[in-house]
């Protein structure tokens, strides 16, 4: 499900749907609070201010009974030559508003039983783009798309259902949030490029001290044209056997589910038997070799070495020597091969 927030700079109109004279009242007498009252170029705080906005919105429309749910994932299109200029600061963009994700959190959960993450991580996609469905983007504009879960595969089945998905979109006409269906397609002419996109792991307690928010572009590499290793792996259960090849200098391996299917680096297998997550490889630049960290209360043995258990937030590291046997659960078996 995707939450579409856009605002175009200058004063907004506020608009009930169906009501002809409150929209005909705010277009003689505008709105005095916009933060935005003269047009120009984006600033940090703008972008800020609309990742804000579209997160509070999603807290309030997604939200059901007494379970807090929010938006974790989010695509920022701003004009190339915003982008480019604003490249630099894009990480303390994402940090800043982590900050104040976290602060409008613990405001609302005293209203609710529980928070109710729908991902394991927060994730920021950045890219440059002059239109997105239909609407020209300039120099003043900012199109932030909010969603629940990350992106899904788009176009790996005919059927037009899985290449649409129902929006909430604040439009320029009438800055009035309306559902409509958003014919994916407008996203492939996006560069989201690596040094544009941030993951950072969602913390439970609802703080971002001392947390590193860095590009994507910094925790890729990649040895040789083939990728890091090779991972060969079979599933007893469903006496499935298949190959990923480590392109990521860390990778996650977790059960195949809805919400990880928008992650480029995780190793997903169809199977009850593994955790969702199960472990984690890592290539250890500093120590020139691979390394492996489990999550799992079942348990990951490799090379018939049972590995302790580990949380998500300190993991602990094993050395994972080429042509390594890892054995998750006693029923998956994967093979590592460096490359």
């Known amino acids: 499900m995707f939450a579409v927030y856009h605002v175009k700079s200058g004063k907004a109109m506020k608009k009930k749907s169906g009501d002809f004279f409150a929209a005909l009242k705010s277009m003689i007498l505008p709105e005095s609070n916009d933060q935005r009252a003269t ?11 609309e990742l804000l906005d579209c997160f509070d919105n999603s807290c309030k429309r997604e939200s059901v009974g007494k379970s807090l749910l929010f938006n974790m994932h989010y695509l920022v299109i701003l004009h190339p030559e915003v982008y480019e200029e604003r490249l630099p600061s ?17 405001t609302y959960k005293r209203n609710y039983d529980e928070l109710s993450p729908v991902s ?8 440059p783009g002059t239109d997105f469905n239909q609407e020209k983007i300039t120099v003043e504009d900012v199109r932030v798309i909010g969603m629940l879960t990350g992106l899904k595969p ?19 006409a009438t800055n009035v949030f309306d559902k409509m269906d958003i014919n994916l397609d ?10 544009g996109t941030f993951t950072v792991k969602f913390n439970p307690e609802l703080n971002v ?16 044209d083939n990728g890091l290793a090779r991972i060969e792996y079979y599933t007893a259960d469903t006496s499935k056997d298949a190959v990923y090849i480590m392109k ?18 995780y190793l997903l297998i169809e199977s009850g038997f593994v955790s969702n997550p199960h472990a984690r490889i890592r290539w250890n630049e500093a120590q ?12 990951t043995r490799v090379n018939e070495t049972v590995i302790a258990k580990s949380e998500a937030g300190s993991p602990r590291w094993f050395d994972l020597r080429d042509k390594s046997q890892v054995l998750l659960n006693g029923m998956v078996t994967l093979t590592f091969k460096q490359l």
């Open 248 to 265: 990521d200098t860390e990778i996650v391996i977790a059960r195949k589910e809805p919400e990880n299917l928008g992650y480029s680096n």
């Open 288 to 299: 020139q070799s691979f390394q492996i960290a489990s999550f799992s209360n079942n348990e």
């Open 120 to 127: 394991f991580h927060w994730q920021f996609r950045f890219a």
């Open 209 to 224: 001290t001392n947390v590193a928010v860095t590009n994507n572009a910094t925790q890729r590499t990649v040895r040789n």
């Open 39 to 49: 047009t120009g170029p984006v600033t940090n705080n703008y972008i800020l201010k």
């Open 154 to 172: 788009m176009g790996n089945s005919g059927s037009e259902r899985h290449n649409t998905a129902k929006v909430t979109m604040k439009s320029k």
């Open 90 to 106: 894009l990480p303390i963009i994402v940090k800043e508003a982590l900050k104040a994700f976290y602060n409008k959190l613990k």
């Open 186 to 195: 407008v996203l492939r002419h996006l560069h989201f490029a690596e040094n």
